[in-house]
């Protein structure tokens, strides 16, 4: 048993998990220690690669916890439901979320090392180091015409139906609900990595960028009206790119310390 549970049935661990994320980010925004841990500040600092990678990854979990968690708990629930009569319940959910962490783990270290080939060809490439924002431009058109593709509908269409997802993959004990959760996870990288790279760019604990593309992926996924505002959300994406293509002046604050 991992906790108390909730009415819903989700375990207390969970949404707990979810609040210390976010007052960590505060206290990482508020004091300044954020900046310590953007994956810029590691890149051209003095640290190893290795010794870099390794912080961030930490900030990075912290990071899931804040933003994905919130969109998973749909998948909790019934998941909480349908094993409910296992032997070894609390294995089974921990098993679970460290499936779908795993993924997401994965997507924030290929975002990491990528960043750091980026840098590397900036460096070698003048011309790009005196137009930096035409990356940052690059990075909101791309996430902007991600929301108009096949996969990111289809990715969608199974995050936003989590009990029929379930009832095809469910097995009791925990390997299996750590494959679950790693399907599930995937699933949700094919949705969401477009605008998890948006906050990749931003960086760590930057609040403003963290709660609005938290509430646009968790709507998406639980709202009324998420399937309309999926291309919304890409009109305007691919509008601010443009906009920060043209005229370097519409690059988003956190985004042009990154650069």
Same mark, same amino acid.
């Given at each position: ?9 989700? #375990?207390l661990m969970i949404p707990a998990a979810i609040a210390a994320a976010w007052v960590l980010a !505060? ?14 500040? =590691? ?23 804040? +933003? ?8 909790? %629930? ?10 070894? %319940?609390?294995?089974? +959910? ?8 795993? !993924? ?5 270290? =290929?975002a990491f090392v990528g960043d750091v080939a980026l840098h590397r060809f900036v460096d070698r *490439?003048?011309? =790009? ?12 058109? +791309? ?6 593709? #096949? ?8 995050? %936003?139906? #989590?009990?029929?997802?379930? +009832? ?18 995937? *699933? ?25 593309l938290t509430a646009v992926m968790v709507y998406e996924k639980v709202g009324q009206y998420g399937?309309?505002?999926? #291309?919304? !959300? ?26």
């Amino acid at each position: 048993m991992i906790g108390a549970r909730r009415a819903g049935g989700i #375990p207390l661990m969970i949404p707990a998990a979810i609040a210390a994320a976010w007052v960590l980010a !505060v206290i990482a925004q508020t004091t300044g220690s954020a900046k310590l841990l953007h994956h810029d500040a =590691l890149v051209e600092g003095t640290l190893p690669v290795w010794a870099a990678l390794a912080l961030f990854i930490l900030a990075w979990q912290a990071m899931i916890a804040a +933003m994905m968690l919130p969109s998973i708990l749909p998948l909790v %629930r019934v998941f909480a439901i349908a094993s409910a009569q296992q032997a070894r %319940r609390g294995a089974a +959910m921990v098993a679970l979320l460290a499936g779908y962490a795993a !993924v997401w783990t994965g997507f924030g270290i =290929l975002a990491f090392v990528g960043d750091v080939a980026l840098h590397r060809f900036v460096d070698r *490439t003048p011309w =790009l180091a005196s137009h930096s924002w035409l990356i940052a431009g690059g990075i909101l058109a +791309m996430a902007g015409a991600f929301q108009f593709t #096949p996969l990111k509908d289809a990715c969608l269409s199974k995050c %936003r139906l #989590p009990g029929t997802y379930l +009832m095809r993959h469910y097995r009791r004990g925990a390997a299996a609900a750590f494959r679950l959760g790693r399907g599930h996870g995937l *699933t949700c990288v094919g949705c969401c990595w477009a605008l998890m790279l948006l906050m990749f760019a931003a960086g760590i604990a930057h609040l403003w960028w963290m709660a609005a593309l938290t509430a646009v992926m968790v709507y998406e996924k639980v709202g009324q009206y998420g399937k309309r505002a999926v #291309p919304l !959300v890409g009109a305007l994406l691919l509008l601010w790119g443009v906009l920060v293509i043209v005229h370097p002046v519409w690059l988003p604050a956190p985004v042009s310390g990154a650069l």
